[in-house]
DNA sequence: CTGAAAGCGCTTACAG
DNA sequence: CTGAAAGCGCTTACAG
């Protein structure tokens, strides 16, 4: 390539990387040759000598669980834009495969966004303090990370539920080692007392249909009147195991779902909270960025703790399946 | 690294790559060396040096469409396994970006996988032909692909809705540019005239629930019975739509889904056509692993042409939204 | 504004 | 069984 332009190999580099330290004309000739021989600067070769492989990873407990696909949407999508490709790690929600899958992604890019990570804090915390990496769903000091805060939502939907006259709600809990359902717990054990209403919490644990269906049961043997579900899955599960029984939604029992990946996708549509889950992912990969870039930089300055931390907000969806107690009693 | 072992450089990389070569001793004593000071083979230089990325790429239309999370999952499942890395890319739909990523992507990987290509025939041979990549869900003579062959599925379908006593159904079709819409209402045309018995096609043409419910209205203005739409997401928004109106499912209007996506989380259970999509994943990133093997051989040997073509078969999983068509008569 | 040369960290014939 | 040396294709001080 550059000898048919008759220039330096160091020419043909600037021309493609640092163009504005060349003549004009170089540039035109150079590129014009170049697209000619269809070259293109090796990717490889380049990563090698800066030592920036353009590549990001993110790293997800389930793809195939419905909450992830948007934030990753939004990820690859924002780093695309900067030019950055996305490597894409699943844990299968194995904390041991989750270390693993670090320690290969490690080598292979220049940042990590973690998203729901089950691994310890300690383990987080180091990794972070060598390479650049964001949390998404995991509140750890002295990490970079982003937060969906569903607390201000799930407060929403208390009041929401109180104000219709609910007495007695229950929470249907999901993966207990996730950050999310913690905080969702907690805002409904705290929002009801400050409401004076009673609250219950209990399992359905696995954030599934099946879970979500199973948990009907107790969900109507606890007297409650209201659910308010860890996620939408499982609030699914209950609207069918409610219909099963033949039980009417909103009246024999109303049900809140969170994370709104459902949509309108379910009938009578799911009232819902909804937290901008897309708008993280864009977050995190902008702010691993800046930690990249800061990294790059402070290897010739002194390095620059930051600690960011950005909670997005939530707010509640009513829909279609809230409503007054109506036949409350009708376990009486 | 070479010299606290002791040894040179070429060792310590034989130790890594070729240990049969070397002294067990040696291999032994080199390694535990490594694992004091932390040492793993660098990636970029490995790569640059073989010409070996260790990288694959999955290229899909939308991540967030429920089909391709599973097939993504097992691609990188099985890339994982076999030592890969896996790039997402996410075309949003859009041909012009999906050329956009394929040229990207194609100096940062091996190879490359193209779930349900936007992209013309030749564009998608042409690539082929320098470098591996293998097709899903897109036919073309000349690429390696494997394909969901929905078309046993839904001649499942019809025999199952002619058994029923329908004598009039309507194909519920999605994206026109899409190689499995294309298959799905073929099959429903030829197998209704099988059968003899009527059957309609109509639009809904964006996969969505929206769509699907919004198609709803013209289904009934049909005369139809009975519904066949080309996934799971217009089936749904079909069976929103009869909810909507008061209708009743089946009793109103029998309505079959396609990829089993929504698995049982629909009440009724939706009545659908699964085809192991993941397994499609698992078995693309296979025979591209091949072809990366082949093409590695064949550099210093000669190129064997090979054209495979896996072609997986669905069924039809009758659950509860297809019955008698009761109520046939309802616009009489 | 441009080039010669060293270097990024491996791998791999080629010798021995 | 192991090492010296060239090479993978760039980038980047250093000269000029």
């Given at each position: 390539?550059?000898?048919?332009a008759?220039?330096?190999?160091?020419?043909?580099?600037?021309?493609?990387?640092?163009?504005?330290?060349?003549?004009?004309?170089?540039?035109?000739?150079?590129?014009?040759?170049?697209?000619?021989?269809?070259?293109?600067?090796?990717?490889?070769?380049?990563?090698?000598?800066?030592?920036?492989?353009?590549?990001?990873?993110?790293?997800?407990?389930?793809?195939?669980?419905?909450?992830?696909?948007?934030?990753?949407?939004a990820a690859?999508?924002?780093a695309?834009?900067?030019?950055?490709?996305?490597?894409?790690?699943?844990?299968?929600?194995?904390?041991?495969?989750e270390?693993?899958?670090?320690?290969?992604?490690?080598?292979?890019?220049?940042?990590?966004?973690?998203?729901?990570?089950?691994?310890?804090?300690?383990?987080?915390?180091?990794?972070?303090r060598?390479?650049?990496?964001?949390?998404?769903?995991?509140?750890?000091?002295?990490?970079?990370?982003?937060?969906?805060?569903?607390?201000?939502?799930?407060?929403?939907a208390?009041?929401?539920?109180?104000?219709?006259?609910?007495?007695?709600?229950?929470?249907?809990?999901?993966?207990?080692?996730?950050?999310?359902?913690?905080?969702?717990?907690?805002?409904?054990l705290?929002?009801?007392?400050?409401?004076?209403?009673?609250?219950?919490?209990?399992?359905?644990?696995?954030?599934?249909?099946?879970?979500?269906?199973?948990?009907?049961?107790?969900?109507?043997?606890?007297?409650?009147?209201?659910?308010?579900?860890?996620?939408?899955?499982?609030?699914?599960?209950?609207?069918?195991g409610?219909a099963?029984?033949?039980?009417?939604?909103?009246?024999?029992?109303?049900?809140?779902?969170?994370?709104?990946?459902l949509?309108?996708?379910t009938?009578?549509?799911?009232?819902?909270i909804r937290s901008?889950?897309?708008?993280?992912?864009?977050?995190?990969?902008?702010?691993?960025?800046?930690?990249?870039?800061?990294?790059a930089?402070?290897?010739?300055?002194?390095?620059?703790?930051?600690?960011?931390?950005?909670?997005?907000?939530?707010?509640?969806?009513?829909?279609?399946?809230?409503?007054?107690?109506?036949r409350?009693?009708?376990?009486?």
């Open positions: 390539m550059a000898s048919t008759g220039v330096s190999t160091a020419t043909v580099s600037r021309v493609f990387s640092k163009p504005h330290l060349l003549r004009e004309s170089t540039v035109v000739h150079v590129k014009e040759v170049a697209a000619q021989l269809g070259y293109v600067p090796h990717h490889t070769a380049q990563a090698l000598s800066t030592g920036r492989l353009g590549t990001i990873a993110v790293v997800v407990p389930d793809i195939a669980n419905p909450f992830f696909p948007p934030v990753i949407r690859q999508g924002h695309y834009g900067a030019g950055f490709s996305t490597l894409l790690g699943d844990t299968d929600e194995d904390p041991a495969k270390a693993d899958l670090l320690a290969t992604l490690e080598q292979r890019t220049d940042g990590i966004v973690l998203v729901s990570s089950r691994l310890p804090e300690d383990v987080v915390r180091r990794h972070a060598h390479r650049p990496l964001v949390l998404v769903n995991r509140d750890i000091t002295g990490v970079a990370r982003v937060l969906v805060d569903s607390a201000a939502g799930v407060r929403q208390v009041d929401h539920l109180a104000e219709l006259g609910h007495q007695h709600i229950t929470y249907v809990s999901g993966p207990d080692s996730s950050w999310s359902n913690q905080q969702r717990r907690s805002a409904v705290e929002q009801s007392a400050a409401r004076g209403i009673t609250a219950t919490v209990q399992g359905a644990h696995r954030p599934e249909h099946d879970a979500g269906r199973a948990a009907t049961a107790e969900i109507l043997a606890s007297g409650a009147t209201a659910a308010i579900a860890f996620d939408d899955t499982i609030a699914q599960g209950i609207l069918s409610m099963e029984r033949g039980l009417a939604i909103p009246d024999d029992l109303s049900v809140i779902g969170c994370d709104d990946i949509a309108v996708n009938y009578p549509p799911l009232t819902t901008r889950i897309s708008e993280a992912g864009r977050l995190a990969v902008e702010m691993l960025l800046q930690l990249v870039e800061n990294r930089e402070a290897d010739a300055g002194e390095d620059d703790r930051m600690e960011p931390r950005h909670a997005l907000t939530s707010s509640l969806i009513p829909r279609a399946t809230t409503g007054p107690p109506i409350r009693s009708r376990k009486g």
